[in-house]
């Protein structure tokens, strides 16, 4: 972690004209946390998506000493598909603090309910979280897998996210307690001009309404890093442009008990009634009322209309104007053309990532 923090401080600073707003702020909350032992509550960050290299450029802000620090950096969802096809790189992914996550489009593991989302609000939590005495083993991993058992033990610090591969589950660590995870609830990259936003997924709701504690959130603005990475850049494709503008606005941090607080009542109501016919349930375990329901869907709809609210009001600190309210509707994006990626019928371009 510390050699790629490095290496995108060297480019945001050595290679790009660079703006940091609310910075100063927002390292005042990583010093509050720098201890896992005096932790209160997690912390999520969320912010827009335009450029594959957004994760882990943007942290490239960050003073090279918070990357001395595991423990008090960001942990990540990165998509499994892409980035732990092989054992290299799930060993880079892994040590990068990044989760293993299933995409619906590639996957029939992925969706909001999938074990990685568990793991997250576990991480968010106050853990360690570990796997009852008599859960099953993990399955034995051929060399040639790309999975990363955990070799101090047989499998009580793992977790599957499809029943058969293995990787370390970070949420079984004491020192990961109420840690700090990063979003990006769109879910996909989007370039477009106006710098308008995608409507967000509602995995975001689920870290929100079942943290426990709530966490603090930050929302983030981040503009430029899709003209260093643009989707129609040509050959070598691979490098990031230098010389770039790259502006990275962090939002004040949001009690998360005043900005939901009415929306996790509702869910703690809905839980409890749920735990009171079946028994009590595991942090970031649910059935299927609390994952189908009518009044589950509206929770995560208007929570997730909230958490996209908030960045935009960060958006607009940049002096941009508010974009259509029904922006944050997926219906809206009908507008787009067609599932695929690439460029759009609106003129945005996106791309999975």
Request: glycine residues 10%; contains cysteine.
């Amino acid at each position: 972690m510390t050699a790629v923090a490095a290496l995108c401080r060297g480019f945001l600073l050595g290679l790009s004209t660079t703006e940091f707003t609310g910075l100063d702020g927002f390292l005042e909350v990583l010093d509050k946390r720098e201890d896992p032992a005096t932790r209160e509550r997690g912390l999520l960050t969320v912010s827009n998506h335009v450029c594959v290299l957004d994760d882990p450029l943007i942290w490239g802000a960050l003073p090279l000493r918070y990357a001395l620090n595991p423990e008090n950096h960001r942990w990540g969802l990165g998509s499994y598909d892409l980035c732990f096809t092989n054992k290299p790189l799930s060993m880079f992914f892994s040590l990068g603090q990044v989760l293993p996550t299933h995409r619906s489009a590639y996957s029939q593991h992925g969706g909001l309910f999938q074990p990685t989302i568990t793991q997250a609000i576990r991480l968010l939590s106050r853990g360690p979280f570990l796997p009852p005495n008599n859960a099953p083993q993990p399955p034995r991993l051929p060399v040639r897998s790309p999975d990363l058992a955990d070799p101090f033990t047989n499998g009580h610090l793992t977790f599957s996210t499809n029943g058969t591969d293995s990787f370390p589950a970070p949420s079984a660590y004491l020192n990961r307690r109420h840690s700090w995870v990063h979003i990006f609830p769109e879910g996909m990259i989007h370039q477009k001009e106006d710098r308008t936003m995608r409507y967000f997924k509602w995995g975001v709701s689920r870290l929100i309404l079942e943290s426990e504690p709530c966490p603090d959130i930050v929302p983030v603005w981040v503009e430029g890093p899709d003209q260093v990475m643009h989707e129609t850049r040509e050959f070598p494709r691979f490098l990031p442009r230098p010389g770039k503008n790259v502006s990275i606005t962090f939002g004040n941090v949001l009690d998360g008990e005043k900005a939901f607080g009415d929306l996790r009542r509702r869910w703690q109501q809905m839980r409890a009634i749920e735990e009171g016919k079946s028994g009590p349930m595991e942090v970031g375990v649910l059935n299927d009322v609390l994952k189908y329901s009518d009044e589950a869907v509206r929770l995560r709809e208007e929570c997730t209309l909230r958490v996209r609210a908030a960045v935009l009001d960060v958006r607009r600190t940049r002096g941009h104007p508010d974009e259509d309210p029904k922006g944050g509707l997926a219906a809206t994006y009908a507008i787009e053309g067609g599932k695929g990626e690439g460029r759009k019928a609106d003129g945005s371009i996106t791309r999975e990532a």
